[in-house]
């Protein structure tokens, strides 16, 4: 599977034809400044998106695997206007980072935040933390931690 990388210009570039990549902090024909630069294979320079940098593009370029379908990345989140519910995107990708992953979803490249997977089986990983029996135990966890952050704040008011 190919990786590409957004380019400053809106378009993009396939990692293949990438020789090395530098901190630039150059500004494009547009006047746009550019964090990182790619050399590509033919010698010409082309200006990477123009927020990253260089740590960012190395992170772009680790490997990507696909999901096996059933992974669904859940997110809870509770407030006062809008009450109770859970964010569920299907798990379409992993990106490896040495011995961990990160969750890649259609409508969020990838996740770094602090997650929740539910499992094929319906079990609930938290990351670094336990495995939920089931998506009930998760929200029943999910609801006491957030009964006790309120309590907290209250208690600090």
């Known amino acids: 599977m190919a990786t590409f990388l957004d380019t400053d210009m809106s378009g993009l570039i396939n990692a293949d034809?990438?020789?090395r990549i530098y901190q630039s902090g150059k500004k494009n024909?547009?006047?746009k400044l550019v964090g990182a630069t790619a050399?590509?294979?033919d010698g010409s320079e082309v200006g990477l998106e123009f927020s990253?940098?260089?740590g960012v593009v190395r992170h772009k370029l680790l490997p990507v695997i696909p999901a096996t379908p059933g992974f669904v990345l859940m997110k809870y989140e509770c407030s006062k206007g809008d009450g109770e519910y859970v964010i569920k995107s299907p798990?379409?990708?992993w990106r490896l980072?040495?011995?961990s992953v990160n969750p890649i979803t259609p409508d969020q490249e990838e996740t770094e935040d602090w997650y929740h997977i539910l499992f094929p089986?319906?079990?609930v990983y938290e990351q670094s933390?336990?495995?939920y029996k089931d998506e009930d135990d998760w929200l029943k966890v999910m609801r006491e931690e957030m009964e006790n952050e309120a309590e907290k704040k209250e208690e600090k008011a």
């Open 17 to 19: 034809c990438i020789e």
């Open 29 to 31: 024909k547009y006047g």
């Open 39 to 41: 050399v590509l294979k």
């Open 52 to 54: 990253w940098k260089i």
């Open 91 to 93: 798990i379409i990708a």
């Open 97 to 99: 980072h040495g011995d």
């Open 121 to 123: 089986d319906g079990q």
């Open 129 to 131: 933390g336990p495995l």
